[in-house]
Protein backbone atom coordinates (compact mmCIF):
# COMPACT_ATOMS: atom_id res chain seq x y z
CA UNK A 1 0.00 0.00 0.00
CA UNK A 2 2.60 2.64 1.09
CA UNK A 3 6.28 2.80 0.98
CA UNK A 4 8.90 5.31 3.39
CA UNK A 5 11.15 7.39 1.55
CA UNK A 6 14.57 6.72 3.25
CA UNK A 7 18.10 7.65 1.94
CA UNK A 8 21.55 7.20 2.91
CA UNK A 9 20.97 10.39 5.10
CA UNK A 10 18.39 8.85 7.21
CA UNK A 11 20.54 5.57 7.42
CA UNK A 12 23.53 7.43 8.94
CA UNK A 13 21.38 9.94 11.21
CA UNK A 14 20.18 6.53 12.68
CA UNK A 15 24.14 4.64 13.08
CA UNK A 16 25.66 8.01 14.03
CA UNK A 17 22.93 7.50 17.03
CA UNK A 18 23.75 3.80 17.68
CA UNK A 19 27.59 4.43 18.19
CA UNK A 20 26.81 6.68 21.35
CA UNK A 21 25.71 5.83 24.34
CA UNK A 22 22.34 7.57 24.28
CA UNK A 23 19.73 5.91 22.73
CA UNK A 24 17.15 7.03 24.94
CA UNK A 25 16.28 10.87 26.44
CA UNK A 26 19.40 12.18 24.89
CA UNK A 27 19.75 15.04 22.51
CA UNK A 28 18.17 13.46 19.28
CA UNK A 29 14.43 14.01 20.95
CA UNK A 30 15.41 17.55 21.98
CA UNK A 31 16.59 17.93 18.26
CA UNK A 32 13.60 16.39 16.80
CA UNK A 33 10.79 18.29 18.74
CA UNK A 34 12.47 21.51 17.76
CA UNK A 35 12.55 20.48 14.25
CA UNK A 36 8.57 20.36 14.51
CA UNK A 37 7.98 23.73 16.71
CA UNK A 38 10.06 25.16 14.54
CA UNK A 39 8.19 24.19 11.08
CA UNK A 40 4.55 24.35 12.92
CA UNK A 41 5.48 27.41 14.53
CA UNK A 42 4.05 25.94 18.01
CA UNK A 43 5.92 27.10 21.32
CA UNK A 44 5.94 23.55 22.52
CA UNK A 45 6.54 20.25 21.04
CA UNK A 46 6.38 16.68 22.79
CA UNK A 47 7.92 13.91 21.08
CA UNK A 48 6.00 10.42 22.02
CA UNK A 49 6.05 7.07 21.12
CA UNK A 50 3.05 7.10 18.85
CA UNK A 51 -0.09 9.13 17.67
CA UNK A 52 -2.06 7.88 19.91
CA UNK A 53 0.11 8.18 23.09
CA UNK A 54 -0.15 11.65 21.99
CA UNK A 55 -3.97 12.13 21.74
CA UNK A 56 -4.25 10.13 25.13
CA UNK A 57 -1.60 12.70 26.79
CA UNK A 58 -3.73 15.68 25.22
CA UNK A 59 -6.64 13.68 26.84
CA UNK A 60 -5.77 13.92 29.83
CA UNK A 61 -4.02 17.32 29.94
CA UNK A 62 -7.54 18.31 29.23
CA UNK A 63 -8.77 17.21 32.38
CA UNK A 64 -10.72 14.06 30.74
CA UNK A 65 -11.82 11.50 32.65
CA UNK A 66 -14.42 8.87 33.89
CA UNK A 67 -18.18 9.92 32.59
CA UNK A 68 -17.12 12.72 30.15
CA UNK A 69 -18.57 13.14 27.14
CA UNK A 70 -16.40 14.20 23.70
CA UNK A 71 -17.41 14.86 20.37
CA UNK A 72 -15.68 12.90 17.76
CA UNK A 73 -16.38 11.45 14.19
CA UNK A 74 -16.33 7.64 13.73
CA UNK A 75 -14.95 8.17 10.08
CA UNK A 76 -11.49 7.98 11.46
CA UNK A 77 -8.41 4.95 12.38
CA UNK A 78 -9.48 3.50 15.69
CA UNK A 79 -7.33 5.61 18.05
CA UNK A 80 -8.92 8.65 17.82
CA UNK A 81 -11.67 6.71 19.78
CA UNK A 82 -9.54 4.36 21.71
CA UNK A 83 -7.54 7.58 23.57
CA UNK A 84 -11.25 8.51 24.78
CA UNK A 85 -12.04 5.22 26.30
CA UNK A 86 -8.06 4.97 28.14
CA UNK A 87 -9.52 7.46 30.36
CA UNK A 88 -12.67 6.44 30.97
CA UNK A 89 -14.41 8.89 28.75
CA UNK A 90 -17.82 8.37 26.23
CA UNK A 91 -16.94 8.90 22.51
CA UNK A 92 -19.97 10.48 21.14
CA UNK A 93 -19.94 10.70 17.21
CA UNK A 94 -21.18 13.32 14.70
CA UNK A 95 -21.64 12.52 10.91
CA UNK A 96 -19.19 14.36 8.58
CA UNK A 97 -19.35 16.03 5.74
CA UNK A 98 -20.03 13.61 2.65
CA UNK A 99 -17.42 15.78 0.03
CA UNK A 100 -14.17 14.98 2.53
CA UNK A 101 -15.44 12.55 5.73
CA UNK A 102 -14.10 15.70 8.21
CA UNK A 103 -16.15 16.21 10.96
CA UNK A 104 -19.56 18.06 9.76
CA UNK A 105 -19.82 21.62 11.75
CA UNK A 106 -23.11 22.30 11.28
CA UNK A 107 -24.09 19.05 12.95
CA UNK A 108 -21.41 19.66 15.66
CA UNK A 109 -22.80 22.36 17.08
CA UNK A 110 -26.73 21.29 17.21
CA UNK A 111 -25.27 18.32 18.69
CA UNK A 112 -23.93 20.36 21.82
CA UNK A 113 -26.70 22.37 21.86
CA UNK A 114 -28.74 19.29 22.47
CA UNK A 115 -26.12 17.75 24.73
CA UNK A 116 -26.49 20.53 26.91
CA UNK A 117 -29.90 21.27 26.78
CA UNK A 118 -30.60 17.80 27.95
CA UNK A 119 -33.39 15.56 28.17
CA UNK A 120 -35.07 14.04 24.66
CA UNK A 121 -32.55 16.52 22.95
CA UNK A 122 -29.49 15.25 23.97
CA UNK A 123 -30.57 11.44 23.62
CA UNK A 124 -30.57 11.38 19.66
CA UNK A 125 -26.68 12.04 20.03
CA UNK A 126 -25.93 9.82 22.80
CA UNK A 127 -25.35 5.99 22.85
CA UNK A 128 -27.64 3.67 23.90
CA UNK A 129 -25.93 2.28 25.97
CA UNK A 130 -22.72 2.65 28.52
CA UNK A 131 -24.65 5.94 30.05
CA UNK A 132 -24.88 4.55 33.35
CA UNK A 133 -22.40 7.10 34.65
CA UNK A 134 -22.11 9.72 32.23
CA UNK A 135 -21.28 13.26 33.21
CA UNK A 136 -21.29 16.64 31.21
CA UNK A 137 -19.93 17.54 27.55
CA UNK A 138 -16.11 18.60 28.03
CA UNK A 139 -13.95 18.33 24.36
CA UNK A 140 -14.16 17.89 20.58
CA UNK A 141 -11.78 15.57 18.93
CA UNK A 142 -11.48 16.51 15.22
CA UNK A 143 -9.49 14.75 12.87
CA UNK A 144 -8.08 16.03 9.93
CA UNK A 145 -9.08 12.93 7.32
CA UNK A 146 -6.79 11.32 4.93
CA UNK A 147 -4.41 14.98 6.00
CA UNK A 148 -7.10 17.15 5.03
CA UNK A 149 -7.67 19.70 7.79
CA UNK A 150 -11.24 19.71 9.06
CA UNK A 151 -13.22 23.35 9.40
CA UNK A 152 -11.27 24.50 12.52
CA UNK A 153 -12.51 28.20 12.22
CA UNK A 154 -15.97 26.79 13.17
CA UNK A 155 -14.74 23.85 15.10
CA UNK A 156 -13.02 26.47 17.17
CA UNK A 157 -15.79 28.93 17.26
CA UNK A 158 -18.04 26.32 18.83
CA UNK A 159 -15.54 25.36 21.17
CA UNK A 160 -14.86 28.45 22.35
CA UNK A 161 -19.18 29.81 22.53
CA UNK A 162 -19.74 26.33 24.73
CA UNK A 163 -16.47 26.31 27.20
CA UNK A 164 -14.65 22.44 24.93
CA UNK A 165 -11.53 21.76 24.71
CA UNK A 166 -10.90 21.16 21.47
CA UNK A 167 -8.11 18.67 20.20
CA UNK A 168 -6.85 18.04 16.83
CA UNK A 169 -5.90 15.09 15.65
CA UNK A 170 -3.49 15.75 12.19
CA UNK A 171 -2.08 12.13 13.03
CA UNK A 172 -2.60 12.23 9.05
CA UNK A 173 -1.79 15.88 8.29
CA UNK A 174 1.42 16.94 8.58
CA UNK A 175 2.24 19.75 6.68
CA UNK A 176 -0.81 20.47 5.14
CA UNK A 177 -2.52 24.08 5.50
CA UNK A 178 -5.65 25.39 6.50
CA UNK A 179 -6.09 29.14 5.49
CA UNK A 180 -2.64 29.82 5.59
CA UNK A 181 -2.26 28.21 9.11
CA UNK A 182 -0.30 25.00 9.82
CA UNK A 183 -2.47 22.05 10.53
CA UNK A 184 -1.99 20.55 14.12
CA UNK A 185 -2.01 24.27 15.53
CA UNK A 186 -5.66 25.07 14.58
CA UNK A 187 -7.19 23.54 17.94
CA UNK A 188 -5.73 23.58 21.77
CA UNK A 189 -3.70 20.85 21.05
CA UNK A 190 -2.06 19.32 18.06
CA UNK A 191 -0.89 15.68 17.45
CA UNK A 192 0.82 14.19 14.33
CA UNK A 193 1.75 10.59 14.13
CA UNK A 194 4.99 9.16 12.26
CA UNK A 195 4.14 5.26 11.50
CA UNK A 196 5.79 4.16 7.76
CA UNK A 197 2.82 5.75 5.45
CA UNK A 198 2.89 8.91 6.68
CA UNK A 199 4.46 12.18 5.38
CA UNK A 200 7.44 11.72 7.55
CA UNK A 201 8.07 7.94 9.59
CA UNK A 202 10.11 7.30 11.97
CA UNK A 203 8.98 3.69 12.39
CA UNK A 204 7.18 4.28 14.83
CA UNK A 205 6.30 8.05 16.88
CA UNK A 206 4.14 10.88 17.32
CA UNK A 207 4.29 14.43 18.29
CA UNK A 208 1.85 16.35 20.33
CA UNK A 209 2.22 20.58 19.78
CA UNK A 210 0.43 23.30 21.71
CA UNK A 211 0.92 26.59 23.22
CA UNK A 212 0.03 25.98 26.44
CA UNK A 213 3.17 25.99 28.72
CA UNK A 214 1.77 23.90 31.78
CA UNK A 215 -0.28 21.61 30.06
CA UNK A 216 3.05 21.21 27.88
CA UNK A 217 5.24 20.38 31.06
CA UNK A 218 2.34 18.24 32.53
CA UNK A 219 2.32 16.15 29.17
CA UNK A 220 6.45 15.72 28.80
CA UNK A 221 5.98 14.37 32.57
CA UNK A 222 3.14 11.99 31.72
CA UNK A 223 5.34 10.44 28.87
CA UNK A 224 8.36 10.07 31.16
CA UNK A 225 6.76 8.27 34.30
CA UNK A 226 5.37 10.74 35.78
CA UNK A 227 8.46 12.33 36.58
CA UNK A 228 8.11 15.87 37.57
CA UNK A 229 10.65 18.66 37.20
CA UNK A 230 12.78 18.32 39.64
CA UNK A 231 12.12 14.75 40.19
CA UNK A 232 15.21 12.07 40.78
CA UNK A 233 14.92 8.76 38.22
CA UNK A 234 12.80 6.94 40.73
CA UNK A 235 10.61 9.83 41.96
CA UNK A 236 7.66 9.93 39.99
CA UNK A 237 5.12 12.92 41.43
CA UNK A 238 2.42 11.74 38.49
CA UNK A 239 0.67 8.84 37.12
CA UNK A 240 2.73 8.33 34.22
CA UNK A 241 2.95 6.17 31.35
CA UNK A 242 5.99 4.77 29.25
CA UNK A 243 5.60 7.03 26.24
CA UNK A 244 8.74 7.91 25.09
CA UNK A 245 10.58 8.42 21.79
CA UNK A 246 13.91 6.58 21.81
CA UNK A 247 16.87 8.59 20.07
CA UNK A 248 17.20 6.02 16.73
CA UNK A 249 13.67 7.29 16.35
CA UNK A 250 14.07 10.86 16.82
CA UNK A 251 17.34 10.68 14.88
CA UNK A 252 15.38 9.76 11.59
CA UNK A 253 12.66 12.04 12.31
CA UNK A 254 15.23 14.59 12.36
CA UNK A 255 16.36 13.50 8.53
CA UNK A 256 13.11 13.18 7.40
CA UNK A 257 12.12 16.61 8.65
CA UNK A 258 15.58 18.53 6.70
CA UNK A 259 14.10 16.48 3.57
CA UNK A 260 10.20 17.36 4.34
CA UNK A 261 8.97 19.96 0.91
CA UNK A 262 10.81 17.57 -0.92
CA UNK A 263 9.24 14.19 0.99
CA UNK A 264 5.14 16.11 0.39
CA UNK A 265 6.61 17.29 -2.93
CA UNK A 266 6.67 14.04 -4.29
CA UNK A 267 3.41 12.48 -2.46
CA UNK A 268 1.47 15.55 -4.39
CA UNK A 269 3.39 14.74 -7.85
CA UNK A 270 2.15 11.28 -7.13
CA UNK A 271 -1.59 12.72 -6.32
CA UNK A 272 -1.54 14.96 -9.19
CA UNK A 273 -0.57 11.67 -11.90
CA UNK A 274 -3.37 9.85 -10.48
CA UNK A 275 -6.04 12.63 -10.55
CA UNK A 276 -5.01 13.35 -14.42
CA UNK A 277 -5.23 9.63 -15.34
CA UNK A 278 -8.28 8.90 -12.98
CA UNK A 279 -10.29 12.03 -14.02
CA UNK A 280 -13.74 11.92 -15.13
CA UNK A 281 -14.14 7.82 -15.12
CA UNK A 282 -17.88 7.06 -14.73
CA UNK A 283 -18.67 5.76 -11.70
CA UNK A 284 -15.48 7.21 -9.41
CA UNK A 285 -15.29 10.09 -7.33
CA UNK A 286 -11.48 11.47 -6.66
CA UNK A 287 -10.67 12.78 -3.46
CA UNK A 288 -12.51 16.35 -2.90
CA UNK A 289 -10.11 19.60 -1.61
CA UNK A 290 -11.35 22.16 0.08
CA UNK A 291 -10.76 26.37 -0.99
CA UNK A 292 -9.78 26.69 2.91
CA UNK A 293 -7.41 23.69 2.10
CA UNK A 294 -4.28 25.99 1.61
CA UNK A 295 -1.83 23.27 0.70
CA UNK A 296 -2.94 19.88 1.28
CA UNK A 297 -0.11 17.11 2.62
CA UNK A 298 -1.27 14.00 1.18
CA UNK A 299 -1.47 10.91 3.16
CA UNK A 300 -3.54 8.32 1.49
CA UNK A 301 -5.22 8.52 -1.95
CA UNK A 302 -8.64 7.16 -1.48
CA UNK A 303 -11.17 6.86 -4.67
CA UNK A 304 -14.88 6.62 -3.94
CA UNK A 305 -17.78 3.97 -5.84
CA UNK A 306 -21.09 4.01 -6.30
CA UNK A 307 -22.26 1.97 -4.14
CA UNK A 308 -20.57 -1.10 -1.60
CA UNK A 309 -20.66 -3.64 -4.32
CA UNK A 310 -18.56 -1.85 -6.91
CA UNK A 311 -15.85 -1.25 -4.56
CA UNK A 312 -15.88 -4.38 -3.48
CA UNK A 313 -15.52 -5.67 -7.35
CA UNK A 314 -13.02 -3.25 -8.11
CA UNK A 315 -10.38 -4.23 -4.85
CA UNK A 316 -10.82 -7.94 -5.32
CA UNK A 317 -10.24 -7.19 -8.98
CA UNK A 318 -7.40 -5.36 -8.01
CA UNK A 319 -6.04 -7.35 -5.82
CA UNK A 320 -6.20 -10.33 -8.33
CA UNK A 321 -3.81 -7.80 -10.66
CA UNK A 322 -1.29 -8.14 -7.00
CA UNK A 323 -2.28 -4.80 -6.86
CA UNK A 324 -3.07 -4.02 -2.72
CA UNK A 325 -5.85 -1.67 -1.66
CA UNK A 326 -7.91 -1.44 1.19
CA UNK A 327 -11.22 -0.23 2.22
CA UNK A 328 -10.68 3.37 4.14
CA UNK A 329 -12.18 3.55 6.55
CA UNK A 330 -13.96 1.01 8.46
CA UNK A 331 -15.91 3.33 10.45
CA UNK A 332 -15.65 2.79 14.21
CA UNK A 333 -19.14 2.78 15.67
CA UNK A 334 -19.94 -0.24 13.94
CA UNK A 335 -16.76 -1.87 15.51
CA UNK A 336 -17.64 -4.79 17.80
CA UNK A 337 -16.70 -3.63 20.76
CA UNK A 338 -17.87 -0.19 20.23
CA UNK A 339 -21.41 -2.09 19.75
CA UNK A 340 -21.11 -4.23 22.17
CA UNK A 341 -20.23 -1.18 24.67
CA UNK A 342 -22.08 1.54 23.59
CA UNK A 343 -25.19 0.00 21.77
CA UNK A 344 -24.43 2.33 18.19
CA UNK A 345 -25.96 0.96 14.78
CA UNK A 346 -24.77 1.00 11.60
CA UNK A 347 -27.75 3.45 10.52
CA UNK A 348 -26.49 6.05 13.26
CA UNK A 349 -24.13 7.44 10.61
CA UNK A 350 -25.54 7.51 7.29
CA UNK A 351 -22.72 9.43 5.38
CA UNK A 352 -20.04 7.72 7.73
CA UNK A 353 -21.29 4.42 6.39
CA UNK A 354 -21.64 5.26 3.08
CA UNK A 355 -17.81 6.92 3.09
CA UNK A 356 -16.92 3.90 4.53
CA UNK A 357 -18.84 1.23 2.07
CA UNK A 358 -17.75 3.04 -1.24
CA UNK A 359 -14.24 3.80 -0.60
CA UNK A 360 -11.19 2.17 -1.53
CA UNK A 361 -7.25 3.21 -0.55
CA UNK A 362 -5.11 2.50 -3.56
CA UNK A 363 -0.91 2.20 -3.69
CA UNK A 364 0.43 5.62 -2.56
CA UNK A 365 3.56 7.04 -1.10
CA UNK A 366 5.99 9.26 -2.66
CA UNK A 367 8.63 7.00 -3.90
CA UNK A 368 6.16 5.42 -6.32
CA UNK A 369 7.37 5.81 -10.08
CA UNK A 370 5.04 7.54 -13.03
CA UNK A 371 4.78 3.64 -14.16
CA UNK A 372 3.57 2.33 -11.97
CA UNK A 373 0.77 4.84 -11.23
CA UNK A 374 0.20 4.36 -14.94
CA UNK A 375 -0.35 0.53 -14.45
CA UNK A 376 -2.65 0.69 -11.35
CA UNK A 377 -4.62 3.65 -13.40
CA UNK A 378 -5.05 1.45 -16.23
CA UNK A 379 -6.45 -1.53 -14.76
CA UNK A 380 -9.09 0.71 -13.16
CA UNK A 381 -9.96 2.17 -16.32
CA UNK A 382 -10.14 -0.59 -17.91
CA UNK A 383 -12.27 -2.58 -15.46
CA UNK A 384 -14.92 0.89 -15.30
Known amino acids: MSSPDLTDLERQAVLDVVETRHL????????FEQ???????????????????????CLLAAGIGPGDLVLTTSFSFISSTNVILYCGAIPV??????????????QLEQAVQDIQAGGEKAKKWLPRKGMENAGSLKAILSVDVFGQPADHDTINRIAKKYNLVHIEDSCEALGSVYKDRPAGTLGDFGVFAFYPNKQI???????????????AIHMASLRNQGRAVGDTW??????????????????????????????RASRSQVAQWYNQRLNNLPGLSLPYITTDTTLMSWFVYVVHFENRAERDRMAQSLTDENIPVRPYFIPIHIQP???NQFGYQAEDYPITMSLGERGLAIPFSGVMTEEQVDFVSQKIKHYL
Open 24 to 31: SMGPKIKE
Open 35 to 57: AIQTFCGSKFAIGVNSGTSGLHL
Open 93 to 106: YVDVDPRTGNIDPV
Open 201 to 215: TTGEGGMVITNDEKA
Open 234 to 263: LSHTHLGYNYRLNEMSAALGVAQMSRFNDL
Open 337 to 339: FIV
